[in-house]
């Protein structure tokens, strides 16, 4: 994994002045429009009662709310949000003039204005391939894909889907119950392609969460589903056991805390990332290809400052308590082999609590986790950024950067993609089509043996390879002092001084356990399959620089790159994986030093 640094402002602001820290928590909002007089005033108090809960359960997380300001439960939610002091962004389905002819004139269209006016961010999506503002101008299919994309985009984009909704099914494209069962199941008929399902169907994730608050509909027939009752609220997930609870489930608690640990440590180092930053491009880069690029560039900055920070923390803590393990051991060598002396007991009872006393620090302060969390959000950042900068798409209109990263790990791995759904917000708009990003993307991202991955791979690869060699000379060279040793007390062992024999059981057991204490250091800190992984990713890169220099057009670029940042992301994947089967561990050092 490449090493940088990263940069916020002591606000959390990147250089350029992009918020970037405190991440938020991002509520979606879907709903019907024709809401029922009668339950306005309830519907109102149970969403300002949500979006209070919210921001006290989780302060580290500022409460932002998306919408696309249509009338009924998008206005409303946007109106509740605004008076409550909270963020709200505009997400339209089409350009505002188009979707203003939703609005009908008089006070309808002024709440729009007003609303789109106080937001702190309006987004306009793009008509979608093949449509026009004429054929979306007019009530049918044409516009309801563009609703379907909203509802597409609100969904991939958010943390926790509001819905307020009748719980009914509907075949409606871009409707209510639409969007609700395309954020749970990743499908929406009429819109999505089956052929366009993925692992994320089957997998249990974070991007399922729904809070329901039930309504009745202002038309015939419009009361809720049966079982439901009008007002009643719930927390909805694609739990096979659980789908329906009163409370927050474990997992989402357990991803919105990792994701306000990030935030923390982030502010807590504010100073210091400002001042050893290592960005994936400047200013005038991001300006000349997307400036969108800014926020993902500050966001990487921070994650992989933070990555270096732990990763030196658990280092220093791995490197001591090896050291510690081997006085413990020769503590026990010395006390049994040569004189029964209390003092060397106290030796060893004193370096046993030297090496407890780092590993609680380290385990209070979560060091190996945070570096682990922080390298993998970094690592996604960085393809994410050259995927952005680049205009490299999935090819599907439902598929973006973070979906499918780490889906396969430990399900608290999701606030990685959570933090990933917000720095792509505006990169995913509209894909770049700019060819002097395809070019900077092989620049900086591929470079060459002595830049980019291509140079840090190279050098990683050469460096496990030297480490490599020392453990290995290492453990030869006990193997040589052993039968040495053995040799000697076979041959000479019954004329030997009882100095010299000592002496020589000494020498072996210090070996041993000097080329114990090396390999175990080795394989804590994957010294060999790393070198391996580094040698298989470097020819990765290489290949990749090569096909892209025979590739006769910027289409078949970009699959290339697209290509390079899945193999990118499954071997920091691996990686995440390889390193979390060996944690910080008390057990472990206390058997090394036996």
């Given at each position: 994994m490449q090493a940088g640094a990263g940069q916020t402002g002591p606000q959390g602001e990147s250089a350029s002045g992009v918020p970037v820290?405190?991440?938020?928590?991002?509520?979606?909002?879907?709903?019907?429009?024709?809401?029922?007089?009668?339950?306005?005033?309830?519907?109102?108090?149970?969403?300002r009662a949500f979006l209070l809960d919210l921001g006290h359960r989780y302060p580290d997380l500022p409460v932002v709310v998306m919408s696309g300001l249509a009338a009924g439960a998008d206005s409303l939610v946007a109106e509740e949000a605004i008076a409550l002091g909270l963020k709200v962004i505009a997400a339209l389905p089409m350009p505002r003039n188009p979707y203003a002819e939703d609005f009908a004139t008089g006070p309808e269209r002024e709440r729009f204005d007003g609303l789109c006016t106080r937001a702190q961010e309006v987004i306009e999506l793009p008509f979608t391939p093949g449509n026009t503002a004429d054929l979306a101008g007019e009530p049918g299919h044409n516009r309801d894909r563009q609703y379907a994309q909203l509802g597409v985009f609100l969904s991939a984009h958010c943390h926790v889907l509001l819905a307020l909704w009748d719980g009914r099914e509907s075949g409606e494209i871009g409707g209510t119950a639409s969007v609700v069962n395309?954020?749970?199941?990743?499908?929406?008929?009429?819109?999505?392609?089956?052929?366009?399902?993925?692992?994320?169907?089957?997998?249990?994730?974070?991007?399922?969460?729904?809070?329901?608050?039930?309504?009745?509909?202002?038309?015939?027939?419009?009361?809720?589903?049966?079982?439901?009752?009008?007002?009643e609220t719930a927390w909805l997930t694609t739990d096979e056991y659980a789908p329906r609870t009163a409370g927050l489930p474990l997992r989402h608690r357990l991803i919105f805390e990792r994701t306000s640990d990030f935030n923390r440590d982030a502010l807590r180092h504010a100073g210091r990332i400002d001042a050893e930053k290592y960005p994936l491009c400047s200013d005038a880069d991001a300006d000349r290809l997307n400036p969108q690029l800014r926020r993902i560039n500050a966001g990487f900055c921070v994650a992989d400052w933070l990555a270096i920070h732990y990763q030196k923390r658990t280092l220093l803590a791995l490197r001591i308590t090896h050291v510690l393990a081997f006085f413990m051991g020769s503590m026990f060598i010395l006390y049994?082999?040569?004189?029964?002396?209390?003092?060397?007991?106290?030796?060893?009872?004193?370096?046993?609590?030297?090496?407890?006393?780092?590993?609680?620090?380290?385990?209070?302060?979560?060091?190996?986790?945070?570096?682990?969390?922080?390298?993998?959000?970094?690592?996604?950042?960085?393809?994410?950024?050259?995927?952005?900068?680049?205009?490299?798409?999935?090819?599907?209109?439902?598929?973006?950067?973070?979906?499918?990263?780490?889906q396969k790990q430990d399900v608290e791995l999701g606030w990685i993609r959570n933090v990933m759904r917000v720095t792509g917000l505006r990169c995913d708009i509209a894909p770049s089509t700019d060819p002097e990003g395809i070019a900077f993307a092989r620049r900086e991202w591929i470079g060459d043996d002595g830049g980019g991955q291509l140079g840090y791979y190279r050098r990683k690869s050469v460096e496990r390879l030297g480490r490599h060699r020392i453990t290995s000379k290492l453990e030869i060279m006990s193997m040589a002092v052993g039968a040495t040793s053995i040799a000697l007390l076979l041959l000479f062992g019954a004329v030997m001084p009882d100095a010299l024999r000592n002496a020589l059981i000494l020498a072996l057991g210090i070996m041993l356990l000097l080329a114990g204490v090396r390999q175990a250091y080795a394989h804590r800190t994957a010294e060999s399959e790393l070198m391996k992984q580094y040698e298989f990713m470097y020819r990765v890169f290489r290949s990749a620089r090569r096909r892209l220099e025979h590739a006769p057009e910027d289409a078949d670029r970009r699959r290339i790159l697209l290509l390079l940042g899945d193999a990118a992301l499954d071997e920091h994947a691996e990686w995440i994986i390889m390193h979390r089967e060996r944690p910080l561990d008390q057990t472990r050092i206390w058997r090394l030093g036996r």
């Open positions: 820290t405190p991440v938020p928590l991002v509520v979606a909002v879907t709903g019907h429009r024709d809401l029922l007089e009668s339950e306005l005033p309830g519907i109102r108090e149970r969403v395309f954020h749970q199941n990743d499908l929406m008929p009429g819109y999505t392609s089956r052929a366009a399902a993925n692992q994320r169907m089957l997998a249990d994730d974070e991007s399922d969460l729904v809070y329901h608050i039930v309504c009745s509909r202002d038309r015939p027939g419009g009361t809720p589903q049966d079982g439901l009752t009008p007002l049994s082999d040569l004189d029964t002396l209390d003092y060397f007991l106290y030796g060893l009872l004193g370096f046993v609590l030297l090496a407890l006393g780092v590993l609680v620090a380290a385990n209070r302060g979560a060091w190996h986790r945070k570096y682990l969390d922080y390298r993998a959000l970094a690592e996604g950042l960085r393809v994410q950024f050259f995927w952005a900068a680049a205009g490299v798409t999935s090819g599907n209109v439902t598929k973006f950067a973070h979906d499918n990263f780490l």
